[in-house]
Structure formats: structure tokens, C-alpha cells
């Protein structure tokens, strides 16, 4: 989905996540089931308990040394629009490296002091990019280009959340850190998801229980989430997203070192280098012509092909069909001409050929025909009046919801 674009989108969004918000117990179903004896030898908890323990945990103050390594399986044109040709060089726009989580792996160093101090630094080869949030302002630097991103933060700290006034308008957007990924899954685990407590483990050297998320109902691309808590303070240590056609994880994020003492002070200082480029960034300008945001607009564009042809893209309507994890979102796109005719007309651009070759097998239904462009984890339905079925689950269940709601 495309990042909002209006004036609420303040660099705070960038800044490292220091503190997991409260998490509504009740609405999760729960399985009484019990850490076995896989790794470290802990108390017994259960996944109420384990999850009330996450929630209390207001740890303020971290450093240490994280790892994710995302595979989605992308068409190589996704790739592309998202950055997968590397974090570091190019431009200092935060935009651009926070997309590019999106593919491949990365090593990040990350330190926080409270909801007004976080660092964040790309160390993918010898060069770095870092993210700096230090009160009002947030800074970025890419030492390879020698480029600066100035933001103001008016907003930090001003917003608060529904976990009981704790502070977290930083990181709304980056979901680098296990904390934030932890949050957000379960934010969204209900009714239904089975919710048990798996194996413990060590994790960065500390021992950890297993929080283990599972679809109950079918048709779903997930197989499963778990998510590594810090036996001693409820910090989430580490998170896989699972497959539910098995293979290594489709998201894994964890750190590989981490201390709870409070971060030397100079750690969130900085200073333009001499001879460096600075970018002001003032409500989003600064972002320049083909920085994330087009790479999102285009990637949003696709479904309908509204914005690669001149077609009416962002007046479709969207309808969500279903729940839970097996969650799909119909959207109709306006489009007046078939993707047919568009593969065959000479005048279509060459991006949005480049595009329709990208995608998968062509599927037929009592819907008609469509073509499918499929990821590990999202898989889309594009049927040739111009309809897009998206969502977590298999090109079966998206045919079955396109023959249902056609």
C-alpha cells in the first residue's frame, strides 16, 4: 500500500521503536498450551501470560545489533521499484531506505533512549546509512554519497496510543526492529488465530520463550509467526513469519546482540559532515522524483494499471471480503479496456508490458479469465475487466473469491 502522503507523515515515523504496546489479551484465542524443554529450562507460562508479559514490558533503553532478512519471492520488476539493488548510495531520503527492508537481507545497529532519542544504521558492506532522531529533529546520512536528510520533528512525542497513554507516534512507520514487527502482529491476531507457546530458545544470547501464531482458518500463505520474548524483561527478541508451503521464513528479523543499559549520550548526536549535500524535508518535500514514494505510487498503480495508462486507478473501489487471515480486498480499478488489449496494443507503455510479463500463470473461472502475480506471501488476482483480488492467501482462494463476488 502507499505511504499517506498527507501532513501527518513526519520523520518521526522513521525512528527506532523502543517500547511494545500494551496488547488486548481478550481478543486473542487462546491455547493453553506450555513452553517445552527445547532449549533454556524456564518456568511453565502460558500464551495469555506470555503475551500479558509483552505487554507490561516498558523498556525504554536499548543498543545491540539486529538482523532481517525478508523473502517475499518478487518478480524482479518489483524488486527493482522497491530498491533491491542495495541500501547504502544514491540518496539520503529515508523513504528510500526504509522500502528497501523490503527485499533481501540487512544488518542493522540500533539504539534508543526513550521515545525522543533512537539510531538506526544500515550496515550492508562498508558503507552505512544511519537514521538519527534526537528530539524535534530527524537526520539522515548515506556516507557513500555524502548526502544529508534534515527533517523537523514538530509531532514527536506529542502523540499518544490506547496503551494506557504510552508514547509511540516514533516508529509508525519503520517496522525494523522485532519490537515493532511483535507489536503489530499482535495487534492484529483475533478469533482467528491459535495462539500457543512453543519451544524456548536464545536468542542473542538470552533466554527466551516462543510466542507461536497460527492461522486456524485454510486457504491462508501464512503458516505461522513466532516470536522470541526476553524470558526477564517481555522484550520480543525475534520474529519469524513462517510459510504454510514450509521453506526458510518469509521474514526474519531478530537481533544478534542487545543490552538494556542506557546508551551513551553522543550516540544520538549529529553533525553535517563538511563538503556534504543537505536535503531539507518539510512536510514531505525533499522526496525527490524517483524516490520511494513514486516506487510506491507505481507499485500501487499496477493492480489497475490506472497510473501506467491513463486509466481511472485511484477511483476504484474497494470492498474487503472475509477476515482474519484469509483476508482479500477486491478492488475495482475503472479500467474500460481489458488486460488483453492492453498486451496486444502497440501504444501501451512499455512499463506496464514489462509489468504484465511479470505475472504469473494466466487462471480461468466463473469470473472469466485473469492473470496472477504471485509472492510468498501476497499473491494478486487480476482478472481482464479490471478487477484485483489481493490478499495473504492462495491463488485458489482468490479464484474461489473472484467466482463468489464477481
Given at each position: 500500500m502507499a505511504p499517506n502522503t498527507k501532513t501527518s507523515r513526519k520523520a518521526a515515523r522513521?525512528?527506532?521503536p523502543v517500547a511494545v504496546a500494551g496488547v488486548a489479551a481478550a481478543t486473542v484465542a487462546m491455547v493453553p498450551a506450555f513452553a517445552n524443554a527445547g532449549g533454556p529450562d524456564l518456568p511453565?507460562?502460558?500464551?495469555?501470560?506470555?503475551?500479558?508479559?509483552?505487554?507490561a514490558s516498558d523498556v525504554q533503553q536499548l543498543s545491540g545489533t539486529a538482523r532481517i532478512t525478508t523473502d517475499l519471492g518478487l518478480p524482479k520488476i518489483a524488486s527493482g521499484l522497491l530498491g533491491g539493488g542495495g541500501v547504502t548510495g544514491g540518496s539520503a531520503n529515508p523513504e528510500d531506505k526504509v522500502a528497501q527492508l523490503a527485499n533481501g537481507s540487512h544488518t542493522l545497529r540500533v539504539a534508543a533512549d526513550g521515545p525522543d532519542r533512537q539510531r538506526l544504521t544500515f550496515l550492508?558492506?562498508?558503507?552505512?546509512?544511519?537514521?538519527?532522531?534526537?528530539?524535534?529533529?530527524?537526520?539522515?546520512?548515506?556516507?557513500?554519497s555524502n548526502e544529508v536528510f534534515h527533517e523537523k520533528n514538530a509531532e514527536a512525542g506529542q502523540g499518544k496510543g490506547k496503551d494506557g497513554g504510552k508514547e509511540h507516534k516514533t516508529g509508525d512507520r519503520l517496522?525494523?526492529?522485532p519490537q515493532k514487527l511483535a507489536e503489530e502482529i499482535l495487534?492484529?491476531?483475533?478469533?482467528?488465530?491459535?495462539?500457543?507457546?512453543?519451544?524456548?530458545?536464545?536468542?542473542?544470547?538470552?533466554?527466551?520463550?516462543?510466542?507461536?501464531?497460527?492461522?486456524?482458518?485454510?486457504?491462508?500463505?501464512?503458516?505461522?509467526?513466532?516470536?522470541?520474548?526476553?524470558a526477564k524483561n517481555g522484550v520480543p527478541l525475534r520474529v519469524q513469519l513462517l510459510s504454510a508451503q514450509g521453506g526458510k521464513p518469509i521474514v526474519d528479523a531478530g537481533f544478534t546482540k542487545v543490552d538494556f543499559a542506557k546508551p551513551a549520550a553522543d550516540t544520538f548526536s549529529f553533525t553535517a559532515p563538511k563538503g556534504?549535500?543537505?536535503?531539507?524535508?518539510?512536510?514531505?518535500?525533499?522526496?525527490?522524483?524517483?524516490?520511494?514514494?513514486?516506487?510506491?505510487?507505481?507499485?500501487?498503480?499496477?493492480?489497475g494499471l490506472g497510473g501506467l495508462t491513463g486509466g481511472a486507478g485511484d477511483?476504484?473501489?474497494?470492498?474487503?471480503?472475509?477476515?482474519?487471515?484469509s483476508t482479500i480486498a477486491r478492488i475495482d480499478s475503472g479500467m474500460n479496456r481489458n488486460l488483453k488489449d492492453l498486451e496486444n496494443d502497440k501504444?501501451?507503455?512499455?512499463?506496464?508490458?514489462?509489468f504484465l510479463d511479470s505475472l504469473g500463470d494466466k487462471v480461468t473461472g466463473k469470473f472469466g479469465e485473469g492473470r496472477v502475480l504471485s509472492t510468498r506471501l501476497v499473491n494478486a488476482l487480476i482478472t481482464d475487466d479490471g478487477k484485483v483480488y489481493v490478499g495473504a492467501v492462495t491463488k485458489d482462494a482468490l479464484v474461489k473469491a473472484a467466482d463468489a463476488n464477481k
Open positions: 522513521y525512528a527506532v511453565k507460562v502460558t500464551a495469555q501470560q506470555l503475551i500479558e508479559k509483552v505487554a550492508d558492506g562498508k558503507d552505512e546509512y544511519s537514521l538519527i532522531h534526537s528530539g524535534d529533529d530527524v537526520w539522515g546520512y548515506d556516507s557513500k517496522a525494523a526492529s495487534k492484529a491476531a483475533g478469533p482467528t488465530t491459535d495462539v500457543s507457546v512453543g519451544d524456548t530458545a536464545q536468542v542473542a544470547g538470552r533466554d527466551a520463550y516462543q510466542l507461536v501464531l497460527k492461522p486456524k482458518q485454510t486457504g491462508s500463505t501464512v503458516g505461522s509467526v513466532q516470536i522470541a520474548v526476553d556534504a549535500k543537505v536535503t531539507e524535508g518539510v512536510d514531505g518535500a525533499g522526496r525527490g522524483k524517483g524516490g520511494a514514494d513514486d516506487r510506491w505510487k507505481a507499485l500501487e498503480s499496477f493492480p477511483k476504484g473501489d474497494v470492498k474487503v471480503l472475509g477476515e482474519g487471515w501504444n501501451t507503455p512499455k512499463e506496464a508490458k514489462q
